[in-house]
């Protein structure tokens, strides 16, 4: 399976996913985001970091880049996108999932572990994933997720949440969400389900010597459901 | 602008320093002459109270490749693999602009290691704040944490560890000091030393602005009423040009093109093209209208000490000029070929067609200051003799409170957690353990490190003190089952002008040097920080060291949670109940005079050397060190992390139990080891004469003592970690 992964100027965790997809068997190419097209992908990947140093409004800048006509394309033709972190941030800003990120609820960056429950599996990221609590990793300062109530309306009848903040045993509530993120939302779809953007770093749990190894689940999981 | 006497001694320069000045150049100086030599001579650039002294410390060992005297210290650790790191301070910016202080203290840092053609892999710090009660405390914490986290987090370079501290001698200055460790091929290294005639200076990175001008000078004077007004000062950090800087850096230092390169930190152009010059023995000619800027009308004195971040020198081979620039374009940097190499010996500035300055070179460093000053050698106080009985009536549950939930011994994770610690995906130890641990990439390796320091310990008895700081930094990379390697040291002291705090000084590297030539732990790179006070009042001395090892494992790093209920914990190295300027004394016995504990340097290496070895046979599933605190805060700690209790039963002492769990004796390590090795492992320790006691065993969820106090370990855990939470909100 082929994948590709966005370099932005800022992107810092280009090669940790660059690292992830290889490890569990993807043919990865790192693509530069001035360059017009995409190499044939069966994933692309907009990853973490600071694009264009978060001035202005995180991943805004990003968003506008050349490479990001093409993964529109690639996205409205039903191609799987996946943005992490500071890639979901220029996901939302490029329109391609509804929302916004907003700073922190404690104006804070934050750096740790976090459970998050998945509730739907009706989608080739989550699809026969045999978890329903997975621990990932979170570090950002502006992961507040944020829509209007029609919007989020609009987000629930679509089955458009991907994940949520929640305890290890699934609870979500006030205490456990990171951010200040409406309904806990950690990550969101399109309305076709095949571009998902997530704050936490599945790419930073691949092996029992860091942080977990339940990235290492998901990752195995989305490769075989691309196969 | 005319300069005499006056300008002079408005820069910084001393009346005689000024006089030799004129002799040196048989002319009076114009004024950007004038600013260079101040740039050059003032303390934190020259280091000429210091010079004399750091020439006796120990330098040299066989994992050197680079000592002091570059950009940062390189150190082997096997196959082609190197280390380059260093610790810096940025103190006097941070007091006066905590965020951008501190920032750019963290990007200085970062670029010392990648000039040298490393990539940063790992940052540590080491901050001390004022009192908690003092007005200013909470707002300077605040700002510091959000600039550190700032500029490493955007860069991508995980923090995997630190220290913070508090007391009221940092209440009119601040330390922060920045560490950086970045990896290299041995045969990729680069060093600033120019080489060949007419070769291209190419100015690379972020344009040059009016901020930081005199940021040197303003790092070698006292604070005073006035630090509001120094504000310009301080540089404006960009991490998102640092980081397009790094990647073009690393991208160009692939090929062949660079023969020397050199950051432009503290005193900017001046500094760096100075030294590339001085260490190749040529000369340097610049024309300043090249230089981009970001603002106009900039003048050539204002070019040349613009403290501006994110810029380089590099010195390429002739025709390798496109092919440079193209890599920097790509990243959107300015790129500009601004003068060349000359075999004048000589500094030559022009602008507007006209030659603005011209310095012979070694005017401006050997010639540079060198003072022996006059210090004050310090007496080892005389040991206080406690109300036995007045300990004895201590509750060990209430003092165990006070003293897990002070504020130099509770968790800092309100702190570590708003830097970004797992970035790049091989930090396998993180903050809040005994050292940071990160795998060379794609390798078995992994390198430890750690950054200490002993304010209190110095100030009572320098020599100890600086000797007992290095040790920490050494039990803090065995605990974690690292081979020690070497250190990096940020001396931070007050005025040199003052003979009790040139004695402090003094004394501390002397105790440095000692500690490292024993332990064969040499000194690599540092920096140091004079005039850390305001107006009379100076800063405790606090040397921060800053130590580094190697795990040849990964597999086999240690870290301090307690592991399996059952398994035997013993304590090595002896307890004697030292509690002279131990936390205890200060806090509880509010005595804050006596002597610090003794260090034996024997017993040090020897505790240390059979503890790794003890590691190397799997003996030990968890270690940590005993230091603030004593025997019952490394405990409790390790009961907090492991969840995990431990019921200790404690032999038969001369001294009580107080002194016993309190005490802050060196060369101790607390470690956990199943029942079925306990033989193997007193043996070993019995046969390398290391002292032992066997104190208990691991349980669940409870601290019991002599079956007498309990505590549950959710209590401990409350004791440890509301304290800044609560402070901060």
């Given at each position: 399976m082929k994948s590709s992964v966005i370099t932005f100027p800022g992107s810092n965790c280009d090669r940790d996913m660059d690292v992830a997809l290889t490890k569990f068997g993807f043919k990865n190419k790192m693509v530069w985001h001035n360059d017009l097209e995409l190499p044939k992908s069966d994933l692309i990947v907009l990853p973490g970091g600071f694009s264009y140093g978060d001035y202005l409004r995180c991943g805004s800048m990003a968003s506008k880049s050349k490479i990001m006509n093409s993964v529109i394309n690639f996205a409205k033709s039903g191609g799987l996108v996946m943005g992490i972190c500071n890639g979901f941030q220029i996901l939302v800003e490029a329109g391609l999932v509804p929302g916004v990120l907003l700073r922190n609820k404690y104006l804070q960056f934050i750096c740790k572990n976090v459970h998050v429950k998945v509730d739907?599996?009706?989608?080739?990221?989550?699809?026969?994933?045999?978890?329903k609590v997975l621990e990932f990793h979170i570090a950002h300062n502006e992961g507040n997720y944020f829509c209007t109530n029609d919007q989020l309306k609009e987000i629930e009848d679509n089955n458009q949440i991907a994940i949520y903040y929640c305890d290890q045993n699934g609870n979500t509530n006030d205490q456990i969400n990171p951010n200040g993120s409406i309904k806990n939302i950690a990550g969101i779809f399109n309305k076709e389900k095949n571009v998902l953007g997530m704050?936490?770093?599945?790419?930073?749990?691949?092996?029992?010597?860091?942080?977990?190894?339940?990235g290492s689940i998901f990752f195995k999981n989305l490769l075989n459901n691309i196969k | 602008m005319l300069v005499n006497e006056k300008v002079a001694i408005e820069h910084g320069l001393k009346s005689d320093e000024y006089k030799k000045i004129c002799k040196l150049l048989r002319r009076t100086p114009n004024i950007t002459e004038l600013g260079i030599f101040s740039a050059m001579w003032n303390e934190h650039c020259s280091y000429k109270s210091s010079r004399i002294h750091l020439k006796k410390l120990h330098t040299k060992g066989k994992k050197v490749i680079q000592g002091p005297g570059e950009n940062a210290g390189v150190i082997d650790i096997d196959d082609k693999d190197a280390i380059v790191f260093k610790i810096e301070s940025h103190n006097h910016p941070s007091f006066i602009e905590p965020y951008q202080g501190a920032a750019t203290g963290v990007g200085g840092i970062m670029r010392d290691v990648f000039t040298m053609g490393a990539r940063p892999i790992a940052n540590l710090n080491s901050i001390h704040f004022g009192s908690p009660q003092h007005k200013k405390t909470k707002n300077l914490l605040r700002g510091v944490v959000h600039g550190i986290g700032g500029y490493g987090n955007c860069m991508g370079v995980p923090t995997i560890g630190g220290q913070t501290s508090f007391d009221s001698s940092y209440n009119g200055n601040i330390l922060v000091n920045a560490m950086t460790l970045g990896l290299v091929k041995k045969n990729k290294i680069f060093y600033s030393k120019a080489a060949g005639l007419n070769k291209p200076v190419i100015y690379v990175g972020s344009k040059t602005g009016r901020d930081g001008i005199h940021g040197a000078s303003m790092a070698s004077a006292s604070f005073d009423d006035k630090i509001e007004e120094k504000k310009p000062t301080v540089q404006v950090g960009d991490p998102f040009t640092e980081k397009l800087l790094l990647e073009a850096c690393l991208e160009l230092m692939?090929?062949?093109?660079?023969?020397s390169i050199q950051d432009m930190g503290a005193a900017g152009l001046t500094s760096s093209s100075i030294e590339m010059a001085s260490k190749g023995n040529l000369g340097i000619e610049i024309n300043l209208n090249k230089v981009p800027c970001r603002e106009t009308k900039m003048t050539p004195y204002e070019i040349m000490l613009s403290e501006s971040q994110e810029r380089m020198l590099i010195i390429l081979e002739n025709g390798k000029e496109d092919l440079a620039k193209k890599i920097f374009d790509k990243w959107n940097l300015d790129f500009a070929v601004i003068g060349k190499t000359t075999n004048t010996k000589n500094i030559e500035l022009f602008f507007d067609q006209k030659q603005v300055a011209k310095i012979p070179v070694n005017t401006l460093v050997e010639n540079s200051p060198m003072y022996d000053r006059k210090w004050k050698k310090s007496k080892l106080p005389k040991k206080i003799k406690h109300d036995r009985s007045k300990l004895k009536n201590l509750k060990i549950k209430e003092t165990l409170k006070k003293v897990l939930s002070s504020p130099n011994i509770c968790s800092k994770e309100w702190i570590w957690q708003q830097y970004d610690h797992t970035v790049m995906g091989d930090t396998i130890q993180k903050p809040g353990g005994d050292s940071g641990v990160v795998r060379i990439h794609g390798t078995d390796k992994a390198v430890a490190a750690t950054v200490d320091s002993s304010a209190t310990y110095c100030w009572a008895h320098p020599l100890t003190g600086g000797k007992q700081v290095v040790c920490e930094t050494w039990r803090n990379l065995i605990s974690v089952g690292a081979k020690p390697i070497a250190i990096t040291n940020c001396l931070n002291f007050g005025s040199p002008e003052k003979e009790e705090n040139m004695g402090e000084f003094v004394e501390c590297v002397q105790g440095i040097g000692e500690a490292c030539k024993y332990l064969e732990y040499p000194v690599v790179s540092g920096n140091v920080s004079f005039y850390n006070q305001t107006k009379e009042i100076g800063i405790k001395p606090t040397p921060a060291i800053g130590g580094v090892g190697l795990i040849?494992?990964?597999?086999k790093m240690i870290t301090m949670n307690f592991k399996d209920t059952g398994n035997q914990v013993l304590v090595i190295g002896k307890t004697?109940?030292?509690?002279?300027?131990s936390l205890l004394a200060r806090l509880i016995l509010d005595e804050k005079n006596g002597p610090p504990p003794e260090v034996n340097l024997f017993n040090e290496k020897n505790n240390g050397e059979t503890l790794l070895n003890l590691i190397e046979k799997n003996f030990i599933k968890s270690a940590h060190d005993v230091s603030l605190g004593g025997i019952i805060t490394a405990i409790s700690k390790m009961c907090i992390k492991g969840n995990k209790g431990i019921e200790l039963k404690l032999p038969k002492f001369l001294i009580n139990e107080i002194e016993y769990f309190f005490a802050e004796d060196q060369g101790r390590y607390i470690i956990e080891v199943s029942l079925e090795d306990l033989k193997d492992v007193t043996k070993i320790l019995d046969k390398n004469s290391v002292h032992y006691d066997q104190i208990g065993k691991i349980i669940d969820k409870e601290l019991i003592i002599n079956q007498k106090t309990k505590v549950s370990i959710d209590e401990l855990k409350s004791y440890n970690t509301n304290w800044l939470k609560e402070y901060m909100n």
């Open positions: 739907n599996k009706e989608n080739t990221f989550f699809k026969n994933l045999d978890k704050m936490p770093h599945p790419e930073r749990m691949i092996d029992e010597s860091l942080s977990g190894e339940d | 692939a090929g062949d093109s660079i023969i040849k494992d990964y597999k004697e109940g030292h509690i002279d300027q």
